[in-house]
């Protein structure tokens, strides 16, 4: 975040959006993995196989992570 002082409000930086979505998906995988542990963990794999290796693909991420929606909407649902 960088001062906005002429607003009395900061301006949001890339990172700080980025730190924010990479919160969310946490708080995603939790839940999901609360009520279906090997589903979440199996998806979670696909996209981070290793430490070091994960997916790159911004189109087959968004793929991965709109079943990670549905599969904590699903673990609600029960």
Request: aromatic share 8%; hydrophobic share 40%.
């Amino acid at each position: 975040m960088y001062p906005d002082p002429e607003h009395d409000s900061v301006f949001v930086s890339m990172r700080l959006e980025v730190m924010r979505e990479g919160i969310e998906d946490y708080e995603l995988l939790t839940e999901s993995a609360r009520r279906a542990l090997e589903r979440t963990d199996a998806l979670a794999r696909a996209v981070m196989p290793t430490f070091t290796d994960y997916l790159r693909d911004v189109n087959q991420f968004r793929k991965f992570e709109r079943e990670l929606l549905m599969l904590v909407t699903e673990a609600q649902k029960e």
